[in-house]
């Protein structure tokens, strides 16, 4: 029988939710979002996209798999995960598993967990909370262990969040003579989408957010993922306006899409609860071909604001919100779904190809 502390969820209506520590134990405050994959808990957590949020986990029977190595190839790339360390603030789940079998696991996600002073809270209703946050949104809570007013409830999407996990300095992957050059705006980058421009044959230059890659000598641009709210990235818009100039491809994915389009004109507006699943389905502008993808985002570009030069991509099937965009002329677009997803769906991965191919 374990005997873990109890821990106490308080959302910013009033409603508590109480359960059982597991990772590490300290309280927590941020914005509660929930995610209803089945699988990849630890790329989940290990994305970027997710910092400053309490994570809320669906599928209810999570660690029963534990948690693969973290170890990383010779150019800091993570072997199994999607960044350097995880970005979610807390996890929260139904049932936790506290005995785990793969052959792939090095380890409990709650020794991870603790070794990363990452709380987990388990032993809440997931549904329930769910239910209330897509009622009434994505709302601010906290985790708490002894006294409700041990920490204030905190807003991470006030602060510019892509400014915490972007990286500090300019990196270079893959540089072999003859390779094309890609610059990479780092937003808060996963790891699969370097491993996927890798994989295509290019030097990868890999850029802080707010780095004028204007200057570089590049022959096509890629805008990453990110998390917060896109409206603090005014420094990234405008060097991204800069490059529209220009007829260089540009791609991004997920706040990449976001920039991409605000730095053509369009406007961006928060989601009421986000998506964030393994299971969206997507159509493709002017056609009946459908993707199921998997996505991680609460913000969304306003189609209607979109530019004479520009049109929707992709539009979701069950809200009709944008899904990315592209220019009528110039070889710049993007997708708000992630196509190099781990652990799946992967089959948008096309995307790549048809950046590859514009730049080749």
């Not at 948690?67 to 970005?87: A, D, L, W, Y």
């Not at 890659?213 to 409206?231: T, V």
């Not at 071909?289 to 306003?302: E, K, L, M, P, R």
Request: proline residues 5%; negative net charge.
């Amino acid at each position: 029988m374990q005997n873990e502390r109890t821990a106490t969820l308080i959302l910013d209506d009033g409603s508590v939710f109480r359960g059982f520590c597991f990772g590490y134990e300290k309280p927590i405050a941020g914005e509660v979002v929930f995610n209803t994959a089945m699988t990849g808990y630890p790329e989940s957590l290990t994305d970027p996209s997710y910092a400053g949020q309490l994570m809320v986990l669906t599928f209810p029977l999570i660690g029963n798999y534990g948690v693969p190595s973290r170890t990383f190839q010779s150019n800091g790339i993570s072997t199994c995960m999607e960044s350097e360390k995880i970005h979610a603030d807390a996890i929260i789940i139904g049932d936790y598993s506290h005995d785990y079998s793969h052959w792939n696991a090095a380890g409990s996600l709650s020794d991870w967990l603790h070794d990363e002073q990452i709380p987990g809270l388990y032993g809440v209703d997931t549904r329930a909370i769910t239910k209330l946050l897509r009622e009434k949104g994505s709302m601010k809570g906290k985790i708490v262990l002894d006294n409700p007013d041990e920490i204030d409830f905190y807003d991470p999407n006030a602060i510019n969040q892509v400014a915490r996990v972007s990286c500090k300095e300019v990196i270079t992957y893959g540089e072999e003579a003859g390779r094309k050059r890609v610059a990479l705006l780092d937003c808060g980058v996963k790891h699969n989408i370097i491993r996927c421009l890798l994989k295509r044959q290019f030097t990868v230059i890999r850029v802080p957010w707010d780095y004028d890659f204007n200057a570089l000598d590049y022959d096509g641009l890629f805008i990453s993922n990110g998390p917060g709210d896109p409206d603090t990235c005014d420094a990234a818009v405008q060097h991204i306006r800069k490059a529209l100039n220009g007829d260089k491809p540009i791609c991004g994915i997920c706040m990449g899409n976001q920039l991409l389009a605000k730095a053509g004109g369009a406007s961006i507006y928060k989601l009421k609860y986000g998506h964030r699943s393994h299971n969206q389905p997507v159509r493709m502008a002017g056609s009946n071909q459908c993707f199921i993808t998997s996505q991680n985002h609460g913000y969304a570009v306003d189609n209607d604001t979109l530019g004479s030069d520009w049109e929707p991509l992709f539009l979701n099937m069950n809200d009709g919100t944008n899904e990315g965009v592209r220019h009528k002329s110039k070889p710049f677009f993007s997708s708000q779904f992630h196509p190099e997803a781990c652990s799946g769906p992967t089959d948008t991965e096309f995307i790549f190809d048809r950046f590859a191919a514009e730049i080749h």
